[in-house]
């Protein structure tokens, strides 16, 4: 079975500093998808970057660039010029796409508290 | 397509009542997951479909939470004899998956939810 762990369960970092949430996760699959999700208070959940398990090249989106280590399971997300509209729980989720196993799982989660 | 919808946004029932969830999910997504929350947790996974196939049930899914996809389109949660560890907030979503379908649309869309208060 997968599992998705988030160690971080609350942060804060300071406007427009750099910070970064962790997670690593558990499979015996070598083709997935990794994900972080953001889910601002009270509102719907989005997607903030994707990574292809096979893709060496770490993904980056604007401020955000993760650190995907495959061989130490370990997927990062670094948040770069934190701004106060990040503020909000920061979820890795793990999904292969093989066949019939196609679960999403996610992490418990991390609270990112950006301060003015 | 204006993503994935889910209705009603809030429910209120009363202990004991049957409740019934539905999604509308992104048109071409094969697959339809549902997930529960609670405060400040994260979604705990309660079952997914790959088309009309109900694929995967998690523990959490008793023998009172029923889920169907008729057709492959939209989906329906229904709950029977509510309890109060019921509430929670349900999600849905619905993602491109299975192994025709590597690349860029493989992320999950996430419905706003239906959030459950069992009085």
């Known amino acids: 079975a997968q599992t998705v762990t988030q160690s971080q369960p609350e942060m804060s970092v300071q406007e427009a500093e750099t910070v970064t949430l962790s997670c690593t996760y558990d499979?015996?699959?070598?083709?997935?998808?990794l994900f972080w999700y953001k889910q601002p208070p009270s509102r719907q959940m989005i997607l903030v970057i994707r990574?292809?398990?096979?893709?060496?090249q770490n993904a980056t989106e604007n401020r955000f660039s993760v650190n995907f280590q495959k061989a130490a399971k370990s997927f990062s997300l670094k948040i770069s010029d934190s701004q106060l509209g990040d503020t909000a729980m920061y979820f890795c989720?793990?999904?292969?796409?093989?066949?019939?196993?196609?679960?999403?799982?996610f992490g418990k989660g991390t609270k990112l508290s950006v301060k003015p | 397509d204006t993503g994935v919808s889910q209705d009603p946004r809030h429910k209120i029932t009363k202990r004991g009542q049957n409740v019934t969830f539905r999604c509308d999910p992104i048109?071409?997504?094969?697959?339809l997951y549902w997930y529960r929350q609670t405060l400040g947790q994260g979604p705990e996974f309660l079952t997914y479909?790959?088309?009309?196939?109900?694929?995967?049930k998690s523990r959490l899914l008793s023998d009172r939470f029923s889920a169907e996809r008729p057709k492959g389109s939209f989906s329906t949660l229904e709950i029977q004899r509510t309890e109060q560890g019921d509430s929670a907030m349900y999600l849905c979503?619905?993602?491109?998956?299975?192994?025709?379908?590597?690349?860029?649309?493989?992320?999950?869309?996430f419905g706003q939810g239906t959030r459950l208060t069992v009085v």
């Open positions: 989720a793990f999904m292969t796409w093989r066949g019939s196993q196609g679960n999403l799982i």
């Open positions: 048109s071409e997504h094969n697959r």
């Open positions: 499979t015996s699959e070598s083709n997935y998808y």
């Open positions: 479909f790959q088309n009309e196939a109900q694929l995967e």
């Open positions: 990574q292809e398990a096979y893709k060496q």
């Open positions: 979503a619905s993602s491109l998956g299975g192994q025709s379908y590597p690349g860029r649309n493989t992320e999950a869309f």
